[in-house]
């Protein structure tokens, strides 16, 4: 059974600090790529950062840092100055290939339940 877990969500103040987790099992093939995208209310769900299992990064904010520890199938977000815009649901998403219901090994997504992320004095 494959679960995608997110922790470390909360209530901090403006400037303050978060540290995201987000642990992958039950994946059935490789893990190719990690990482975050957040949705805040009314809006869509958009990139944070991104990290292959090889190292390469995308990021969208340089306040953000993310890192792998592929050995645990782990991701996280290491997130500072934070600011009220940075209010959202920060969703963990892990690529990985799987195979489809006609049999043929496809590009796959998967997602997890999200983590509040609320900033607020």
């Known amino acids: 059974q494959v679960q995608v877990v997110e922790s470390g969500g909360g209530l901090v103040q403006p400037g303050g600090a978060l540290n995201l987790s987000c642990v992958a099992s039950?994946?059935?093939?490789?893990?190719?790529?990690m990482g975050w995208y957040r949705q805040a209310p009314g809006k869509q769900r958009d990139l944070v950062a991104m990290?292959?299992?090889?190292g390469m990064v995308n990021y969208k904010d340089d306040r953000f840092t993310i890192s792998i520890d592929n050995a645990k199938n782990t991701v996280y977000l290491q997130m500072n100055n934070l600011n009220t815009e940075d209010t959202a649901v920060y969703y963990c998403?892990?690529?990985?290939?799987?195979?489809?219901?006609?049999?043929?090994?496809?590009?796959?997504?998967?997602w997890g339940q999200g983590t509040q992320v609320t900033v607020s004095s």
């Open positions: 998403n892990v690529a990985a290939p799987r195979y489809s219901s006609s049999g043929q090994l496809e590009p796959h997504e998967y």
């Open positions: 039950g994946i059935p093939f490789r893990i190719l790529r």
């Open positions: 990290m292959t299992t090889e």
